[in-house]
Nanobody
């Protein structure tokens, strides 16, 4: 069974920084893409950033220049460094692992973390 465990959320003032971490555990052979999504109250879940195993990153326009995604393939861990946070960044942030190849599982898995709350006060 593949699980994602997130950490690093919390309360921060506008202009501050936070770093989120997400570690995948289980009998994993490979993960093609890892990323972060967020869902604010009353809104749909949206992509924040994702990164392939080769290091190619993709960002939402709203976070470009402020957030940086990185990945440690050996540890199956993805990070999201968030700088210059704004109140509109307040949301539950979810880690995602896509195209996961795991022992005993035919085909690909997509796995979600439980979510971590980020609150940015004005």
């Amino acid at each position: 069974q593949v699980q994602l465990v997130e950490s690093g959320g919390g309360l921060v003032q506008a202009g501050g920084s936070l770093t989120l971490s997400c570690a995948a555990s289980g009998s994993i052979f490979s993960i093609r893409s890892m990323g972060w999504y967020r869902q604010a109250p009353g809104k749909q879940r949206e992509l924040v950033a994702d990164i392939t195993s080769g290091g190619s990153a993709n960002y939402a326009e709203s976070v470009k220049g402020r957030f940086t995604i990185s990945r440690d393939n050996a540890k199956n861990t993805v990070y999201l460094q968030m700088n210059s946070l704004k109140p509109e960044d307040t949301a539950v942030y979810y880690c995602n692992a896509d195209k996961v190849v795991a022992a005993g599982v035919a085909g690909f898995l997509e796995v979600w973390g439980q979510g971590t709350l980020v609150t940015v006060s004005s």
